[in-house]
Antibody
Framework: EVQLVESGGGLVKPGGSLRLSCAAS????????MNWVRQAPGKGLEWVSSISSSSSYIYYADSVKGRFTISRDNAKNSLYLQMNSLRAEDTAVYYC?????????????WGQGTLVTVSS | EIVMTQSPATLSVSPGERATLSCRASQSVSSNLAWYQQKPGQAPRLLIYGASTRATGIPARFSGSGSGTEFTLTISSLQSEDFAVYYC??????????FGQGTKLEIK
């Protein structure tokens, strides 16, 4: 069974840092691009960042560029999101999601999400 | 940036009836459009990709249509488990993916 399990969320003060992890299983992790998507409380979905299978291509939404860093460890079947200079508007559930094969991707499956709360 | 607009924001339909949800793109996305279902407290689940191809395990009552800027998700006969929030996503403007704001499908 294909599975994605996020961890690392929690309460952090504005300006603080947090590192999210996503553990993948049930598929050849090193063959797929991966993504982070977030959802603020009661709001819709917002794409955050993407990383290609070999980490050669990395992209960010403008809202997080310069503050967040996506990375992966194919040997550990893991995806990461380092979040620095956190703001109240970064409060959200963060999902990792596998991209479909190829260059234009839908997302399937998604992990269960991890909640990040930025508050003093 | 491609803006995705879904309508209506909330749709009230009785079980057994048909539901039609709309998604409009601010510029053409060809057929590079996906639909997701999200239930409270759960992650989104892929329903449709390529505008009209059902994902694995998705019942035949779900169908997608459209291309360019206008898309529709139709649920032919609503079951109790179908009441949820539905999102469209364009992936034509890769990697600047964007989602609609969602349509909440509620029981009438």
């Amino acid at each position: 069974e294909v599975q994605l399990v996020e961890s690392g969320g929690g309460l952090v003060k504005p300006g603080g840092s947090l590192r999210l992890s996503c553990a993948a299983s049930g598929f050849t992790f090193s063959s797929y691009s991966m993504n982070w998507v977030r959802q603020a409380p009661g709001k819709g979905l917002e794409w955050v960042s993407s990383i290609s299978s070999s980490s050669s291509y990395i992209y960010y939404a403008d809202s997080v560029k310069g503050r967040f860093t996506i990375s992966r460890d194919n040997a550990k079947n893991s995806l990461y999101l380092q979040m620095n200079s956190l703001r109240a508007e970064d409060t959200a559930v963060y999902y990792c999601a596998r991209a479909s094969s190829g260059w234009k991707n839908w997302f399937d499956p998604w992990g269960q999400g991890t909640l990040v709360t930025v508050s003093s | 940036e491609i803006v995705m607009t879904q309508s209506p924001a909330t749709l009230s339909v009785s079980p057994g009836e048909r539901a039609t949800l709309s998604c409009r793109a601010s510029q053409s996305v060809s057929s590079n459009l996906a639909w997701y279902q999200q239930k409270p407290g759960q992650a989104p689940r892929l329903l449709i990709y390529g505008a009209s191809t059902r994902a694995t395990g998705i019942p035949a009552r779900f169908s997608g249509s459209g291309s360019g800027t206008e898309f529709t998700l139709t649920i032919s006969s609503l079951q109790s488990e179908d009441f949820a929030v539905y999102y469209c996503q364009q992936y034509n403007n890769w990697p600047l993916y964007s989602f609609g704001q969602g349509t909440k499908l509620e029981i009438k």
